[in-house]
């Protein structure tokens, strides 16, 4: 019996520590393509095609870096600006006189965060999903240029701002190993709201991009 119980506490002790050995990356770095699903704040109702409608498309990149304190669990930073420009034109009537009020509004969004990343981070593993949660802060920015406006038409309100405000991610996604070096990130989408003077920015960040370990 003391055989068997000895050897049975060996066959544990082995699988313990072949597992503390298990062969992992220790750290990685992420550079891609970020597309900002950006809340306009309307709000057209519940349904998922009306979530989509309220939102306008921002484009830019994101960047983090992982560091791994074991296989499963990492300490990450991320970063990610976003852009857009449009063209603005519309009709004023004062009294009996149609004018024209017109200008370009150039905006930008960024996000530094912190957390906390879950994945399998083991050398071999050749797909691995994954899940954060970050927080940090958020900036949003918006230049007004080239305004037309008549003198009878009030424009003082056509100005570029900026605010900054808390911010956090929360998703996902996964990597693909292309080799011992590189993983292939096919996918990566987050809640990404931002707390502004104004209100929070239901946002959505989707991803796509290499992963360097």
């Known amino acids: 019996m003391k055989k068997l119980i000895l050897a049975l506490c060996l066959t544990i002790l082995a699988s313990v520590c072949a597992f503390a050995q298990t062969d992992y990356k ?71 006189t149609t004018n024209t009020v017109a200008f370009k509004a150039k905006s930008s969004l960024y996000n530094v965060l912190g957390g906390v990343q879950i994945k399998d981070n083991a050398s071999t593993a050749r797909f691995k999903p994954f899940a954060y949660a970050l927080a940090g802060v958020g900036h949003g920015r918006t230049k007004v240029s080239n305004v037309t ?18 911010a956090g991610a929360f998703g996902g996604g996964l990597d693909i190993r292309v080799n011992d070096k590189i993983d292939f990130r096919v996918l990566k989408v987050d809640y990404n709201p931002i707390r502004f003077d104004s209100g929070t920015q239901h946002n959505v960040r989707i991803g796509v991009g290499v992963v360097f370990k």
């Open 26 to 96: 220790k750290s990685e770095f992420f550079i891609g393509y970020s597309n900002g699903q950006v809340d306009t704040g309307a709000n057209s109702g519940n349904g998922v095609d009306d979530f989509f409608d309220d939102r306008v498309s921002f484009h830019g990149f994101n960047a983090s870096g992982v560091v791994n304190v074991n296989r499963y669990v990492g300490i990450t930073g991320d970063v990610s600006g976003t852009y857009r420009t449009d063209n603005f034109s519309f009709s004023v009537t004062s009294g009996t």
């Open 149 to 166: 406006c008549p003198a009878s038409v009030d424009c003082s309100d056509l100005i570029s701002d900026s605010e900054t405000g808390l």
